[in-house]
């Protein structure tokens, strides 16, 4: 068998030149590509009142996951982000602030008495965490604020929270003008994904509402309605 045939010096340099050529085209379509602005598709978003179509994705922080929160039990300091103080939007009730009962209060409305409030300091408006008043000591209710950079951003927002539960019910005027929705969802870490939850949107802030109850929606949906003009 005979070896293969060198290739003089004439062939090397077409050979060189025709590689030089297809690098130089791959390189120019690179560039191009890099450079280009692609085209955002359209985007279809459903909302409470209908469907709307838009250009491009909103900006909307993902949904906040849905998790379980730890109990915090007597002589235990509050965890980072906590800090242990009346919550503004409303009163706490009994046992922590028993004057509570004499207007809407967390305790009367959600169904389950609590001996202390967080606020919750790394929101913006802040949040607020009420812990029940015997063992295991577990959060019984929450309110978590959260501001989006438009109305319809913080509405976007609202109905891709709900989503992320199930069972969703919409309750439309829950306060003059507002439409919120309720949701299963994950609070009360034995009940599951069962927990009740209400959110609502209100101009550019959007609004959860937690509670440890399985059993109804309704005192999720009351306790919005109880803060909402303080937003």
Known sequence: MSCPRTNGPRTNRLRALAYAAVAAGVLAGCTA?????????????TVVEGTR???SAPAISPPRPAKSVQPLPPGRAP?????????????????????????????????????????????????CRFYFYAPPYEATAEIRPATY???TAARDAMVLTARTGTEQLTERDFVAGLTGICYRTAFFGPDGRRDWAFVFAKGRVLVTVYTQRSDTSRNALYLAQAIAAKF
Not at 81 to 90: D, S, W
């Open 79 to 127: 965890r980072a982000g906590e800090a242990q103080r009346a919550c503004p939007y409303i009163r706490t009730g009994l046992d922590e602030d028993p004057a509570g009962a004499k207007s809407a209060n967390v305790a009367d409305i959600e169904g389950d008495r609590v001996y202390r409030t967080v606020v919750l300091t790394r929101l913006r408006p802040v949040g």
């Open 33 to 45: 590509s890099a450079t280009s602005s692609p085209t955002s598709p359209a985007v279809t978003h």
């Open 53 to 55: 179509t838009a250009t």
């Open 149 to 151: 950079p438009t109305a």
